[in-house]
């Protein structure tokens, strides 16, 4: 009995202290594990409701103050020919992109989902780098508000 019990709080306290835990991103924004296995930005909208999926694609960089989160994102979807590759070959070419997208959530803006556009009034992208400045000036973003890889 008592080395089942030993067993038990073994397990337990591994999967503690092994699972990531990530920052909190403010104002209930989180990020979570997709079902690609790869990092997203969630939030519970209504606190009876499950979590809200506003950026699903690989993230590869964010930063975030008390109104905004930048986001550097490589949806699945960006590599051709995903139907002939196998999973394998698919995984490899998809670490080997260099495809990137970004996205801006403003965080003091309502989240209101817009069925005709399939998009939320407080997440602007997805962007190229180019329209993604134009945006982020826009918006007023702060300069110093920035990716750890720029």
């Known amino acids: 009995m008592k080395k089942s019990i030993f067993i038990l709080a073994i397990i337990i306290l591994s999967v503690v202290t092994g699972c990531k835990k990530f920052p909190d991103l403010g104002s209930g924004y989180q990020l979570s594990y997709n079902g690609m296995n790869d990092i997203s930005i969630i939030k519970c909208l209504k606190e009876e409701d499950a979590?809200?999926?506003?950026?699903?694609?690989?993230?590869?960089?964010?930063?975030?103050?008390?109104?905004?989160?930048i986001v550097a994102e490589r949806p699945r979807d960006s590599v051709p020919g995903i139907e002939t590759m196998t999973?394998?070959?698919?995984?490899?070419?998809?670490?080997q992109s260099s495809f990137r997208q970004?996205?801006?959530i403003d965080k003091t803006k309502e989240s209101v989902f817009d069925e005709r556009t399939r998009t939320y009034s407080n997440v602007y992208g997805p962007y190229r780098e180019d329209?993604?400045?134009?945006?982020?000036?826009?918006?007023g973003?702060?300069?110093d508000l920035k990716f750890k890889t720029e």
């Open 51 to 69: 979590p809200t999926i506003f950026i699903y694609g690989h993230i590869l960089d964010y930063a975030f103050d008390s109104t905004f989160i």
């Open 87 to 95: 999973r394998k070959k698919y995984q490899e070419a998809f670490e």
């Open 102 to 104: 970004y996205w801006i």
């Open 131 to 139: 329209a993604y400045l134009a945006t982020k000036k826009m918006l």
């Open 141 to 143: 973003v702060p300069d």
